[in-house]
């Protein structure tokens, strides 16, 4: 296991070092927060691709595949279904913008007074997406060097937070792009035919295992419906995600580089169910579905792979968990403390002139706080899975109809997505109290509730101000707002 070890310190300390190149480059809010908005397609791919793709999708998605066979890969399709169609029909709207969270998206839309609320929605489900992640640690890291489950944890979180907190979206950026390699490289180039391989190839494989694993709807039709609930449409609103799309250069890039990283989604989500399939025809009485991928690993693959894979492993999860951190902390930031903070002076907490290192400091100290708290909470915490649920519950009970409404149906309100927002929550929050948090009932009726609302209540109030609308479809079409001050000015003076 030495050369393996050796594989994984170089991986961390690499990680480490780009944390600290990226501190050089993130020198503004802009380049702190959304790596100066100018990401070509390539690194724009690379980096979608990686956070979407964390430890669920590569360690549950081998165990799914386990459970179920290649039925197992319809959790992570759903994820690339997801971003498939962020990138085909929203990411150019939203990267135009020029906008750091979505509830800046939802003020802009509605004119205002959704943003808090919003941000404490969006704000739970990004920290509970990075204790998620950073829980993940311990598997690994338990696998890798026998520690204990906290210590893991505090090691593998203490580097996503230095260099996250160094570097911000660039450091997390260049990482992305070494973790999207690695992941590549590890699952879908080594792991996956030596898995195959060893399980006897294809046809061994189906001779080995019952019909139903390999029936593409074995799962079942109703777990697929939620996975698409959950997931496809998380996809949409996450801040975690859209944080990456305020990165491209331009709409065409947010476009069909987002496209090219759903694409590899479904790759990999076949991958990982075909991994899965194999492991249990090796291993076939194994205590939980989620020990086969570290299993596999470690009892097939020769010396030196095995740390590449393991470092695959590593890579999935800690690019996940850094595109939430500072996900968690750009919300906590920029929409709850400011607002509060800005509403205690009497103003709006955006209309003072800060210098941009102040801004970059503010944004490193909230990483810094967050990610303390993630590490904290994720030793706290044992289910991932719960918690993970809770996580997109949340987020697509309370948003999901507010979000999409604002974009598709000028006739929605402010008081019509402030209803959405609190009675899907709420009703999220009292169905998972009542039936269990790993219930269906509690994102079904959210849902439905959520969009109920939403409907009676915008159609009740008073239209959204012309001047708002007009506003909104001047930044839709790309033009900022200092393109539309001086357009304004010259008007003024004609």
């Not at 990610?371 to 993970?388: D, P, W």
């Amino acid at each position: 296991m030495a050369v393996d070890y050796a594989v994984i310190v170089l991986y961390l300390a690499g990680m480490l070092a780009m944390g600290w190149w990226g501190m050089r480059r993130a020198r503004s809010k802009s380049e702190f927060l959304v790596a100066g908005r100018r990401l070509g397609p390539g690194m724009y791919s690379g980096t979608m691709a990686a956070i979407v793709l964390g430890g669920a999708s590569t360690i549950g998605g081998v165990g799914l595949g386990y459970t179920h066979g290649l039925s197992g890969a319809w959790m992570v399709v759903t994820i690339g279904f997801g971003l498939l169609a962020l990138s085909l029909f929203f990411s150019a709207r939203i990267a135009r913008l020029k906008v750091y969270t979505v509830s800046e998206m939802l003020d802009l839309r509605y004119g205002g007074r959704a943003g808090v609320i919003s941000g404490v929605v969006m704000w739970a489900y990004t920290l509970m997406l990075a204790v998620t992640s950073t829980i993940a640690y311990a598997t690994i890291f338990d696998v890798l060097f026998d520690l204990p489950r906290w210590v893991a944890i505090v090691i593998g979180g203490s580097i996503v937070v230095a260099y996250s907190t160094l570097g911000g979206m660039w450091s997390i950026t260049l990482t992305d792009m070494v973790q999207f390699v690695v992941k590549t490289i590890g699952v879908l180039l080594l792991l996956l035919p030596i898995a195959v391989v060893k399980a006897g190839g294809w046809a061994e494989m189906k001779a080995q295992l019952p019909a139903d694993y390999f029936a593409p709807l074995g799962i079942g039709g109703q777990t697929i419906f939620t996975y698409v609930l959950i997931y496809t449409f998380g996809m949409l609103i996450g801040q975690d995600i859209w944080q990456r799309v305020f990165t491209a250069k331009d709409d065409k890039v947010a476009r069909w580089g987002g496209t090219v990283a759903g694409t590899y989604c479904l790759a990999y989500a076949v991958a990982g169910a075909v991994i899965g399939t194999a492991a249990k025809v090796l291993y076939p009485d194994l205590g939980s579905p989620d020990d086969a991928f570290a299993t596999i690993v470690t009892d097939e693959l020769p010396v030196g792979v095995r740390g590449l894979v393991l470092a695959a492993a590593l890579a999935a999860v800690m690019s996940t968990s850094s595109g939430a951190l500072i996900a968690c902390a750009t919300v906590a930031n920029n929409d709850i403390w400011s607002r509060l903070k800005g509403a205690v002076k009497g103003g709006d907490g955006g209309g003072e002139l800060t210098d941009a290192r102040d801004e970059v400091k503010d944004n490193r100290t909230f990483i810094l706080l967050m990610g303390v708290a993630v590490v904290l909470i994720a030793i706290a915490l044992n289910n991932v899975v719960e918690a993970l649920t809770v996580a997109y519950n949340l987020l697509v009970g309370g948003l999901l109809v507010p979000i999409l409404g604002g974009l598709l149906w000028k006739r929605g309100t402010v008081y019509g997505a402030l209803a959405a927002v609190a009675v899907g929550g709420l009703t999220v929050v009292g169905l998972m109290a009542a039936f269990g948090v790993l219930a269906t009932e509690p994102i079904y009726y959210g849902l439905l509730a959520s969009l109920a609302a939403y409907l009676v209540v915008s159609l009740a109030t008073p239209p959204t101000d012309p001047a708002v609308l007009a506003a909104w479809k001047e930044r839709l079409a790309g033009r900022t707002p200092q393109d539309a001050e001086t357009g304004a000015a010259a008007a003024a003076t004609s």
